[in-house]
């Protein structure tokens, strides 16, 4: 069983800062590839940012490429996605995830097996 807390949303002005954290309660994290996705109201859910068990490889959304970074640490099973220059239609829901399969599969896609409750995320103009 996988559990994933998300931690550090919260309200901010257009182009400031936030960073996200989750925390992976599962044995052998450093199996998982581990994303980020958001879902903003009226919209479907999208994939901005995963890193690959390792963390040798990344994806990136364009809307968020070049703002937005993901990273993790194995020894203290956590994922984070650092969020700058932020945008008011940055605001949605943003749900950590984990899948143990091959990273194109999951990558840039929904098909993660395990998901956090999320986190709001409200940039203001």
């Known amino acids: 069983q996988v559990q994933l807390v998300e931690s550090g949303g919260g309200l901010v002005q257009a182009g400031g800062s936030l960073r996200l954290s989750c925390a992976a309660s599962v044995r052998s994290f450093s199996t998982y590839g581990m994303g980020w996705l958001r879902q903003a109201p009226g919209k479907e859910r999208e994939s901005i940012a995963a890193i690959s068990w390792s963390g040798g490889s990344t994806y990136y959304a364009d809307s968020v490429k070049g703002r937005f970074t993901i990273s993790r640490d194995n020894a203290k099973n956590t994922v984070t996605l650092q969020m700058n220059s932020l945008k008011p239609e940055d605001t949605a829901v943003y749900y950590c995830?984990?899948?143990?399969?091959?990273?194109?599969?999951?990558?840039?896609?929904?098909?993660?097996?395990?998901w956090g409750q999320g986190t709001q995320v409200t940039v203001s103009s």
């Open positions: 995830a984990a899948d143990r399969g091959n990273y194109y599969t999951y990558a840039a896609t929904l098909k993660y097996a395990y």
